[in-house]
Structures are given as C-alpha cells and as structure tokens.
C-alpha cells in the first residue's frame, strides 16, 4: 500500500488543478491528518475587499480530501460546513490543520480549523464526513 505522502503529492495533488491554482502547499501529511497552507491572492477578494468564503471552504475540503485518502483508500465527502468567524484580506497566509474525530471501514468524520498565520487566529471552522470505497489508492 502506498504512503500517505505517494498518495497526496504523488498522486492526488498531482492531478488536483484546482488546489494547485489556490497555491496550496502540503506542510505535513500522516494517515488521518493533514496540514495545508496558503496566500490569499487579489482574484481571491469578493466585493467587499476581503477573502471569498469559497476560499477557505476550499482549504478545507482539500485538507479533508488528503487527510481522509491517506490510509490509502479511495474516500469521497457526503457531507460538509464551515462556520466563518473571522474575515481574511488580500496577502494573508492561512493554514488548514485535520482532526480525525472518527473512522470507521465505511465512514469518516473530521474537523478542519483554518487559522491564519503567524497569529494563529481562528477564521473558520469546517466539519467534512467522508464515505471510504474499497478502492485502494
């Protein structure tokens, strides 16, 4: 079976347009966890001068996405939210840190806090439920 490293960089992110155009870079990977990062960008603005909720909700999901995958079966979300509790602007760096709150051979459930840096100030809170295939990585 693959690691969780081959899985995400190799594999996933790899082929993952998406992520790569938010500039996501992978800090740290271990099977259930994940710790993403990246820099809010100009296109990333909405009308109010501040950071899209997509964008953040995009973090996220790819944190859930790579920490959910990293056991090395195919997983997929069923269900996610995101509580946004603090506005970011244009050049701050967020970070996207996995808890696994529950794993079963069908079924996961994780916590994803996105905090901005160096301040570590919490700007939204993310809950993803993921279904597990059988299908290996």
Same mark, same amino acid.
């Given at each position: !079976?693959?690691?969780?490293?081959?899985?995400?960089?190799?594999? !996933? !992110?790899?082929?993952?347009?998406?992520?790569?155009?938010?500039?996501?870079?992978?800090? +740290?990977?271990?099977?259930?966890?994940?710790?993403?990062?990246?820099?809010?960008?100009? +296109? !990333?603005?909405?009308?109010?001068?501040?950071?899209?909720?997509?964008?953040?909700?995009?973090?996220?999901?790819?944190?859930?996405?790579?920490?959910?995958?990293?056991?090395?079966?195919?997983?997929?979300?069923?269900?996610?939210?995101?509580?946004?509790?603090?506005?970011?602007?244009?050049?701050?760096?967020?970070?996207?840190?996995?808890?696994?709150?529950?794993?079963?051979?069908?079924?996961?459930?994780?916590?994803?806090?996105?905090?901005?840096?160096?301040?570590?100030?919490?700007?939204?809170?993310?809950?993803?439920?993921?279904?597990?295939?059988?299908?290996?990585?």
């Amino acid at each position: !079976m693959k690691s969780p490293e081959e899985i995400v960089n190799l594999l !996933m !992110m790899k082929n993952d347009a998406f992520s790569q155009w938010l500039g996501i870079q992978v800090l +740290e990977i271990r099977k259930g966890y994940c710790k993403l990062q990246m820099q809010v960008r100009k +296109e !990333m603005l909405n009308g109010f001068y501040i950071a899209h909720g997509g964008i953040t909700y995009s973090l996220a999901d790819s944190a859930l996405a790579f920490a959910s995958n990293s056991y090395g079966y195919k997983a997929v979300s069923v269900e996610t939210s995101i509580s946004h509790t603090e506005s970011i602007k244009e050049g701050d760096v967020i970070r996207a840190e996995t808890e696994e709150l529950h794993r079963s051979n069908k079924i996961a459930v994780y916590l994803i806090k996105i905090y901005s840096m160096p301040d570590k100030r919490t700007v939204a809170i993310f809950k993803g439920t993921v279904y597990i295939s059988s299908q290996e990585w």
